[in-house]
């Protein structure tokens, strides 16, 4: 007697653990987080820009479609596809941008990243946040694949050779860190651009068709 209440207890306690275990299934699994980090390189860029006068200066505006090459963690490594409309100041380097990033698979040209970027910048650094999804089967263990929500701050260097490196998450160079109330927008016709941007050690010196005067400005 002792032994079958005992047997049916047992029964008892594995059905309520086959239960939460399947309602954590349900659920989805558990929390879990990861810090990242990787290095954009900038090779090209197109888009069309228009000018205006401000109330403050001059003032840009521009939808760019700018290309390259993400290194560092796995999960954000590949081709990178950065489509921003870009507002600045053209006098004193102030402006904001707000677009997608998009990071695919560098030998099936399948999507990894796809996310949401916002950013301030002043003169030359632009720094902003990355929000969207990441989608990377990988190769290997969790460290190398994965799928989940990205939420990544960024900083967008513009070299004095021309280069542009965007950095994902790790420590900025300095401490600023860009503020920018911002209203309005230029009237007009936009006119067509495009031209490859130098690496960062290129010894290619500055010229009006080799590198941007402020920011994406070239």
Excluded at 90 to 119: H, S
Aim: charged fraction near 20%; proline fraction near 4%.
């Amino acid at each position: 007697m002792f032994r079958a209440r005992r047997s049916l207890a047992v029964l008892v306690a594995l059905g309520i653990l086959g239960v939460i275990a399947a309602a954590v299934a349900a659920n989805g699994r558990q929390p879990d987080t990861d810090s990242v980090m990787a290095t954009v390189v900038f090779s090209h860029i197109e888009g069309k820009t228009r000018s205006c006068e401000g109330v403050d200066g001059e003032y840009a505006e521009q939808q760019v479609i700018v290309t390259g090459m993400s290194t560092g963690d796995p999960r954000l490594s590949g081709q990178v596809t950065f489509s921003v409309s870009v507002i600045v100041n053209v006098e004193n380097g102030v402006g904001t941008e707000n677009g997608t990033i998009r990071i695919r698979d560098a030998q099936t040209g399948r999507t990894k990243v796809k996310a949401r970027v916002k950013d301030a910048g002043v003169t030359e650094i632009w720094q902003g946040l990355a929000f969207g999804q990441v989608r990377d089967r990988g190769s290997g263990g969790e460290e190398t694949s994965g799928t989940g929500d990205i939420h990544a701050n960024y900083r967008i260097t513009f070299m004095p050779n021309g280069a542009v490196v965007m950095q994902i998450g790790g420590a900025s160079a300095d401490g600023r860190q860009p503020g920018v109330i911002f209203s309005g927008r230029c009237r007009g016709k936009y006119e067509r651009f495009e031209s490859d941007i130098p690496p960062p050690a290129s010894v290619i010196a500055r010229t009006r068709a080799a590198a941007p005067k402020v920011g994406w400005l070239r």
